[in-house]
């Protein structure tokens, strides 16, 4: 098992452009969650998904879409990128209903 | 959402002594979970909670669960080197998880 996947790694984009962070599991869990970790903000969600199609906001959820169409992938996606979205994103996943959530390695991002 | 707040912020402390940090929130809890995030690494839950006044240990590590279920305190006993990293507290609401601001733990060889 490979566990829950992140790319890229590292990304940096110029104001205004658009990209999709991956994020894969393969553990067949139903949940699946993007977070933003800031320094001493600790960790905010931006979106979740309790399964395949079913998508919802989190915390944080402006400037970022989302879409669940396998129960494997997650992508999150920037319309337009802004400095205040340079942040770490990590992609979680979880059984529904448990606790144990199950993190990536995270996508370090940088929007000048 | 959910404020939770951790303290201390951060540590710096001697290989060998013990730790202790805590988690308040504004409202009750009916859970309260322990993370720790490795440098460069996503997070690892290390103990759950789910009943006022319970104590659970993990290892050297000791987690409670508050009587007025508005925090929760994490222990580390004989701390070594690779203790070093993020440790957060979280709540999970049902759908949404909520995570604490952080104590990040140097340990001291």
């Known amino acids: 098992n490979a566990g829950v996947t992140q790319t890229p790694k590292f990304q940096v984009l110029k104001t205004g452009q658009s990209m999709t962070l991956q994020c894969a599991q393969d553990?067949?869990?139903?949940?699946m969650s993007w977070y933003r970790q800031d320094p001493g903000m600790g960790l905010r969600l931006i979106h979740y998904?309790?399964?395949?199609?079913?998508?919802d906001q989190g915390e944080v959820p402006n400037g970022y879409n989302v879409s669940r169409s396998t129960t494997e992938d997650f992508p999150l996606r920037l319309l337009s990128a802004a400095p205040s979205q340079t942040s770490v994103y990590f992609c979680?996943?979880?059984?529904?209903?448990?606790?144990?959530?199950?993190f990536g390695p995270g996508t370090r991002l940088t929007v000048l | 959402g959910q404020q939770l707040n951790q303290s201390p912020q951060s540590m710096f402390i001697q290989e060998g002594e013990d730790v202790s940090m805590n988690c308040t929130s504004s409202?009750?809890?009916?859970?309260w979970l322990w993370y720790k995030q490795d440098p460069g690494e996503g997070p690892v839950l290390l103990i759950a909670?789910?009943?006022?006044?319970e104590l659970t240990s993990n290892g050297r590590l000791t987690a409670q669960f508050g009587i007025t279920r508005k925090d929760s305190f994490l222990n580390i006993s004989a701390s070594i080197p690779s203790d070093v990293g993020i440790y957060f507290c979280?709540?999970?609401?049902?759908?949404?998880?909520?995570f604490g601001t952080g104590t990040s733990l140097t340990v001291i060889p």
């Open positions: 979680a996943s979880s059984r529904l209903g448990t606790d144990t959530q199950y």
């Open positions: 979280a709540e999970n609401t049902g759908n949404q998880f909520y």
């Open positions: 998904s309790v399964g395949a199609g079913i998508t």
């Open positions: 553990m067949n869990h139903e949940y």
């Open positions: 409202s009750i809890f009916n859970t």
């Open positions: 909670l789910y009943k006022a006044g």
